[in-house]
């Protein structure tokens, strides 16, 4: 019992003493030790690395799980030591509601057919998602947080410590200081010199011990940073795969898209077609082929080339030697840019007038287009058909 009053008794002088000193040392009223300049830059490098890892991670964890209420659970999950739930991607749940919607329109119907295709990509990139987010934890965001709930924790703790220890070491340099001031007026005060002195040199060595520490502590954050960059590096790779995954899935998609427009768009723009008003300007170009465009104007259609069955009509086609209608041709407007991938097509810029006009055969997504004396194949869903 003696024994735990005296050390309650000594703790609280102490916490005492360091709180005298730290108070009079902000009233500058009391010295104060400097660390030297290298220790100092070791701190505010420490410091900044700890608060640049804290905006990284959470804005990371942002970019993984948009949903903040997703990111609250999951940090309850993970406080209390437990397995997160596996949570329904935006694409998968995308990619159910179309499923359901094809089986209610008719999954024979182009439409049906359409949900279903797309259903089934957007599956694949929920897929893919949950891939790049379960990889983007463990490789990126576990290395960050165990940085600031391990190293960085230590680190707090020593400096800490380091920091009662120059409390401890100014208060003492202070009472010698006192010590010898009392000295000069009276003998008296020598042993409370020697006593002075002795508790400085004490407090000077444990100083010295723990700066080591915390230097040696507030060093490694080099190495923090070397690791920081190699999971940096694992976190490009893994969005680098998941963003290349989604444009081949895309890709695929388009191509079983276009692989049916001829069912979708037959006779559309052959044939007495009724007029209807352009398609609207879009803020990019759509795929060659995609099924969402509206009915367009009719295009006049050149007479059969003689010889030459309408099936095979655009196998050897050669737009060079294809004479426009006497009658009938049409100005278009150019929506988009398009870059001609062989000659049998016109590359077009953006908001320049063509004529265009259809041959028997043709495939319904294109037309034949005239610039001057420039002729070619060009996409439909480039053009605005003017009337």
Not at 85 to 112: H, I, K
Not at 298 to 308: A, E, F, K, S, W
Request: aromatic share 8%.
């Amino acid at each position: 019992m003696d024994f735990n009053v005296k050390k309650l008794a000594s703790d609280a002088g102490v916490f005492f003493s360091r709180a005298m000193q730290f108070t009079e040392e902000k009233l500058g009223q009391a010295e104060k030790t400097e660390l030297d300049a290298h220790f100092e830059n070791l701190l505010a490098r420490a410091d900044s690395t700890k608060n640049w890892t804290e905006k990284i991670l959470r804005q990371t964890e942002v970019l993984l799980q948009p949903n903040p209420s997703a990111r609250v659970e999951e940090f309850l999950y993970e406080k209390l030591d437990r397995k997160v739930p596996s949570r329904v991607t935006n694409g998968e749940l995308l990619a159910q509601y179309m499923t359901e919607a094809a089986n209610d329109f008719g999954p024979g119907t182009p439409y049906g057919k359409t949900l279903i295709k797309v259903g089934e990509t957007q599956r694949r990139l929920g897929a893919a998602e949950r891939d790049f987010i379960h990889s983007a934890s463990i490789n990126f965001l576990t290395p960050l947080r165990n940085f600031l709930e391990g190293d960085w924790r230590t680190i707090s703790k020593e400096r800490r410590i380091l920091q009662n220890c120059r409390l401890d070491l100014d208060a003492c340099k202070a009472r010698l200081k006192k010590a010898k001031a009392a000295e000069a007026k009276a003998a008296l005060w020598s042993d409370e010199v020697e006593k002075a002195e002795h508790e400085l040199r004490l407090t000077q060595t444990e100083f010295d011990r723990q700066a080591e520490v915390t230097r040696l502590l507030l060093e490694g954050i080099s190495s923090t940073h070397v690791n920081h960059l190699r999971c940096l590096h694992e976190f490009v790779e893994s969005q680098t795969n998941y963003y290349a995954q989604c444009y081949q899935y895309m890709l695929d998609l388009q191509k079983q898209l276009g692989s049916s427009k001829g069912e979708i768009f037959s006779g559309t723009f052959v044939g007495n077609a009724e007029s209807t008003s352009p398609p609207p300007a879009a803020t990019s170009p759509p795929a060659v082929g995609a099924a969402t465009l509206p009915a367009v104007p009719t295009i006049p259609v050149v007479p059969t080339i003689v010889g030459v069955p309408n099936t095979v009509a655009e196998s050897v086609l050669n737009p060079n030697e294809v004479k426009p209608p006497a009658s009938g041709t049409r100005k278009a407007r150019v929506l988009y840019d398009y870059e001609a991938a062989d000659s049998s097509e016109l590359a077009l810029l953006a908001d320049e007038m063509i004529t265009v006009y259809s041959l028997p055969g043709m495939d319904p997504d294109w037309l034949i287009g005239e610039r001057g004396n420039q002729k070619g194949k060009v996409p439909v869903t480039y053009l605005e058909l003017l009337s």
